[in-house]
């Protein structure tokens, strides 16, 4: 199947990044956007146009900001009929995009950049008229770069708050676990290291072992111990409220643009 990509900024890098580690053809791969050099990068092949995308591929994700969408579905409506479609743009719901597309088949999810990494958590739309076939691919094209599952159309954006916007706040909380450990007098580049991999192995704990993350918070915090004082300092600087501010920002953000 011939898979095509309107836009090749982050995200669709990470998707085709991904795809191609985990063995699939650059030859069946397109993508069409104003800038040659991100997908003369990435070694895929390029189209002209996002018509000329459209006609080629069996399949073709949306890969565009959301203030450019309207634009993009305004040029290929007239090719869209029996079309296959899936839109990795952030807050535009199903409805909406058939809105523009009335005889395409369209699927909407919302994606995160870890899949360039083979660790991306991916949410596809419930609401979606692809064919089995077509559904049954994008699963498999997906879940090769991580893990995927199935919402309702309406908890899109809280999916958006949590898992599309969230390994920003991981970067942040990463970086800030370095700054300190460069403070306390590690060298920077074994404190970056050491940051990631904490972080990454407390994320596998909570994956693998089924404990709550509570659980295992408590399992390393012993009693007038190291680690309990600086779980007293998080909490007195409000680390929890953030993260949860952070999360309801985006998702009413992406609500907003909706």
């Known amino acids: 199947m011939k898979i095509g990509f309107i836009g090749a900024g982050n995200m669709a890098g990470a998707i085709i990044k991904g795809a191609l580690n985990s063995g699939y053809d650059a030859n069946d791969l397109f ?10 990068d990435l070694g ?8 000329e995308l459209v006609e080629k591929c ?3 994700f949306f890969a565009v900001k959301p203030y450019i969408i309207e634009s993009v579905l305004e040029q290929i409506k007239g090719i ?37 990494v083979g660790e991306g958590a991916v949410a596809l739309s419930a609401q979606n008229n692809l ?35 969230g390994p920003a706040y991981v970067y942040v909380f990463i970086e ?3 700054d300190a450990g460069v403070m306390q007098g590690l060298p920077r580049d074994l404190a970056y290291k050491l940051a990631a991999q904490t972080v990454k192995g407390a994320a596998e704990m909570v994956l693998k072992t089924g404990e ?15 680690t309990i004082c600086g779980i007293f300092e998080l909490e007195k600087a409000g680390f929890r409220a953030a993260a949860i501010k952070a999360v309801n920002a985006s998702a009413d953000k992406s609500r907003e643009l909706s």
């Open 31 to 40: 993508a069409f956007d104003i800038d040659r050099k991100k997908i003369d």
């Open 44 to 51: 895929i092949n390029a189209c002209n146009s996002a018509c």
């Open 58 to 60: 069996d399949l073709t």
């Open 80 to 116: 869209s009929a029996n079309k296959a479609f899936v839109s990795i743009v952030a807050a535009w719901s199903t409805e909406k995009l058939l809105g523009f597309l009335p005889e395409a088949r369209i699927l909407r999810v919302m994606p995160n950049t870890p899949l360039m």
């Open 131 to 165: 064919t089995e076939e077509e559904l049954a691919f994008v699963e498999k094209f997906l879940s090769s770069q991580g893990f995927v599952f199935t919402v309702k159309e309406d908890l899109m954006n809280a999916v958006t708050g949590l898992s599309g916007s």
């Open 176 to 178: 800030a676990l370095a």
């Open 212 to 226: 709550h993350p509570g659980a295992l918070k408590d399992a390393v915090t012993s009693p007038a111990g190291t």
